[in-house]
């Protein structure tokens, strides 16, 4: 019995033994124990409106900003009701809270408690009468304890009065039903708008414009897996938006089954017992899995996915590529034929929703020529140690441990995509030199992350001072260099200032200035296959637009090398022509320019150029092919083919428990934004009102200010409207647009500029209750009051009168013109 006794202590011991040895293999290189991701933990929430749940809602472990949280739109219900949906996902509620805002987050407008969910999960809020003629939507923020912590949700909510939004939320749910199930093909046929404008060779994207057989599939028999989840972006009087996410599954010619994500929109008008499809899009992006069946001899295939949606980065030798697709990051070596599953909040085994909350992106920093990687994933934390955040984490793996450590997080109270485009810009983590760069709010810093000091090479940049190239891997922004003491002593006194150039290779960390000659000023445009474009302009150049705006165009564009040398430089001076800006497209420079004609610049043609700088020959290159069931798709094609069509699957799944350093930014105001809401997402973020309307009328848009007005919709405004603005005219020597700008300083709204927009959209701006400047030539501005569906009235204050002319008569004034308005908000 002793000697048994001691054999089993013996193996024990072993065993334990065993298990520190491999413990320590497994992390060897590391200086924390590894550990897996985890599962998502956070409740989730919905809302109920008619019969249907809507609005999945994802918590925040964190106050948000409450003007970024406009993602979904829900309508009360009657007497200010409000039935809430909590999956508690093995959370243990004990209390629920709630308080509602403006839309500016400046009022709170009531708050209070409620019980904690029924048997079914459900939980009735009573909001009252908050909402009326005047305040017709605000911000819901739902608040639960769950154990020791404070999970947050955000919802715009609407007073139902007027609102169609259940009757179009049915149609849209019936339309997807008949397009998935191929019945009612008559009836969808009949809301569609086939045209041109649809390529009716993919399903990726199909549209209102698309043929009925791509609508309803084609021959891909879709079956959807787990839920549809309907959200409501938008509605009010005219219209509602929106927007159905699920996934389907679909075989290829050999049977072959893959997944898709499928995203698809809706924006619908319920009027006098008619409904009235105004858009539609469905997208389609294939869920690469690293199966046999995603490759083939001459590369990696994607399927039915966005050729621009695939990012990746290869080493010097080719032989082992990163890439992006889906979300997900990758690793491909081809020496070593084996697939690396990098990254990815996805949890494909249990289907669980939160953890494929598609509010995150994923972008390569950099990779070395041994496949280590750094890399960003900007955004909603579906889990892991920053669940329930917004932010920027930057990451680093190692080929060497198979193993990611996050190496810092930059955290934000905006929503992911407001998040992405403030602290997207420009982060570039070197991992050789423990380096971090970020340009946030117009500061941009350099951190070192082993000692965790933040230096501010620059600050209060605006958007035309700064330039990153599309790697992110170099950046150049304006720096002040003041005149010598000599020269702030001298008679004049000036405190002038020269504007150079500082440009930087963050990845070889190499530097250098560009020196602005006296009397001009620097200004950096972009980055073109590697060589660096900036303009010169100089205050003596400085004029105003037809509209009034200041402007000070650049006299010359020079290009130069890595080295610092000049490639190549234009100007076109002699002809009393100047550049405002440029558009790099590949390896084409687009000049925007003016002509000068006395203090005045007004626009002319553009100028096109090739850089001579042609990009490196690669054999590893993104291209699409056809089949006859899925259509147009993408692969990644290797010149050289790959070796085997079965690589080896490797899913590191791991992450250093070390708690990684958490970047706090100081907060900047970064001026005034107009963000472009469509297709059931923010589209894009502007500076100017008129670029952010010109954009909401492609994708059939809204445009809100930074503090949640509504500065314009598609589709949403009278067919007949005119202000209370009465007859005025010029005094002592003001010009007519001082004259209009003084007649509105009454409405005390705030000013925007709308140069760009057509006459057609400016009406939208009118029929919010101010009127809008416009020139009718280039020294003479006019006040538009009122239209009709054929004639428009303003006043003139040159003669102080009133007058109505033809909407055709107005659009050729305006376009010769150059479409300068100025519109007012209140």
């Known amino acids: 019995m002793k000697k048994r006794l001691i054999k089993v202590g013996v193996l024990a011991a072993v065993f334990i033994a065993a298990l520190v040895i491999s413990s320590m293999v497994i992390n060897s290189g590391t200086d924390d124990e590894i550990v897996d991701m985890g599962s998502p933990t956070l409740p989730r929430v919905s809302f109920t409106v008619g019969n249907t749940e809507v609005n999945p809602l994802f918590g925040y472990v964190q106050d948000m900003d409450v003007t970024a949280m406009r993602d979904t ?5 009657a007497g200010g009701s409000l039935t809430v949906n909590i999956e508690e996902n093995g959370n243990e509620i004990s209390d629920i809270s709630y308080e509602v805002y403006s839309l500016d987050g400046e009022d709170k407008y009531t708050e209070g408690n409620a019980d904690v969910p029924d048997e079914n999960g459900q939980v009735s809020l009573r909001l009252g009468n908050i909402l009326s003629d005047e305040v017709r939507e605000a911000v819901l923020k739902l608040v639960l304890t769950a154990g020791d912590e404070t999970v947050s949700y955000y919802t715009r909510i609407a007073d139902p009065t007027d609102l169609t939004t259940q009757k179009c939320l049915e149609y849209a749910m019936d339309f997807h039903d008949k397009a998935i199930n191929q019945n009612g093909t008559e009836d969808l046929q009949s809301h569609l708008e086939p045209n041109e404008e649809s390529d009716n060779t993919t399903y990726q994207t199909v549209n209102i414009h698309s043929d009925v057989t791509h609508v309803q599939w084609g021959e891909l028999s879709p079956e959807i897996v787990g839920d549809v989840e309907w959200s409501i972006k938008e509605s009010n009087t005219v219209y509602t938006s929106i927007l159905a996410k699920y996934q389907v599954s679909c075989q290829d010619e050999n049977g072959e089954t893959a997944l898709y994500n499928v995203k698809e929109f809706f924006r619908v008008r319920f009027l006098v017992d008619t409904i009235y499809l105004l858009d539609y899009n469905r997208d389609m992006e294939q869920i690469f899995e690293g199966r046999t069946q995603d490759f083939d001899e001459n590369g990696i295939l994607f399927g039915i996915t966005s050729l621009d949606d695939v990012q990746y980065e290869a080493n010097s030798d080719e032989t082992i590529v990163a890439f992006v697709q889906g979300r997900n990051l990758w690793l491909y070596n081809g020496e070593e034929d084996e ?15 939160r953890s494929k909350n598609d509010q995150h992106a994923v972008r390569i920093i950099s990779m070395d020529d041994n496949g280590n990687l750094a890399f960003a994933v900007y955004g909603y934390m579906n889990r892991g140690y920053h669940e329930g955040e917004v932010g920027v984490g930057i990451y680093y793996f190692s080929t060497d441990t198979n193993a990611i450590e996050e190496k810092a997080f930059i955290p934000s109270t905006k929503s992911y995509a407001i998040a992405a485009d403030e602290l997207g810009k420009m982060v570039y983590y070197n991992h050789e030199q423990s380096m971090l760069h970020v340009l946030a709010d117009g500061t941009l810093y350099q951190i070192d992350l082993d000692s965790d000091d933040q230096t501010v090479l620059a600050e209060n940049l605006s958007e035309d001072q700064y330039a990153v190239s599309d790697d992110g891997q170099q950046m150049a922004y304006q720096t002040a260099g003041s005149q010598s003491d000599e020269e702030d002593n001298s008679e004049e006194g000036t405190d002038a200032a020269q504007t150079g150039i500082c440009v930087m290779n963050l990845k070889s960390g190499d530097t250098y200035t560009i020196d602005a000659a006296d009397g001009e000023t620097l200004r950096p445009l972009g980055f073109i296959n590697g060589d660096f474009v900036f303009g010169k302009s100089r205050p003596s150049d400085t004029g105003v637009t037809a509209a009034g705006e200041e402007i000070s165009p650049m006299y010359e564009i020079e290009i130069r090398n890595s080295k610092n040398e000049t490639e190549a430089q234009y100007s076109f001076e002699d002809q009393n022509i100047y550049t405002t800006d440029i558009l790099i497209d590949g390896n ?12 005045t610049y007004n626009s002319t043609s553009q100028e096109y150029i090739t850089n001579n700088q042609e990009r490196a020959e690669t054999s590893i290159s993104l291209e699409t092919y056809t089949t006859d069931l899925k259509e147009t798709q993408v692969r990644m094609t290797f010149a050289d083919g790959i070796g085997s069509t079965e690589p080896k699957l490797i899913k590191p799944g791991q992450i250093a428990s070390r708690e990684p350093l958490t970047v706090t930014l100081g907060g900047g105001d970064s001026g005034e934004k107009f963000y472009v809401y469509g297709m059931g997402e923010l589209v894009e973020i502007y500076d100017r009102a008129g670029y952010a309307i010109q954009k909401a009328n492609e994708v059939s848009g809204v445009v809100i200010s930074s503090n949640q007005q509504y500065v314009w919709e598609r589709g949403n405004r009278d067919l007949v409207y005119s202000t209370d603005a009465s007859a005025f005219g010029r005094e002592g020597n003001e010009t007519s ?28 701006v009118i029929n919010r209750g101010c009127p809008v400047i416009a020139l009718i030539d280039t020294d003479h501005a006019v006040l538009l009051t009122g239209y009709t569906t054929t004639d428009i009235t303003y006043i003139d204050p040159n003669d102080g009168e009133s007058h109505t002319v033809s909407m055709s008569t107005m659009e050729k004034q305006t376009e010769d013109s150059g479409n300068v308005f100025i519109g007012y908000i209140s």
């Open 737 to 764: 647009l001082e004259a209009c700008e003084r007649y509105m300083e009454r409405y005390e709204a705030h000013q925007i500029n709308l140069t760009g927009c057509t006459l057609d959209q400016v009406l939208y």
């Open 73 to 77: 739109i829900t309508p009360l219900g």
């Open 339 to 353: 697939l690396t599953e990098v990254f990815s909040f996805s949890d494909q085994e249990g289907r669980d929703m």
């Open 588 to 599: 084409l420079l687009t000049l925007n320019r003016v002509v000068k004609e006395g203090d």
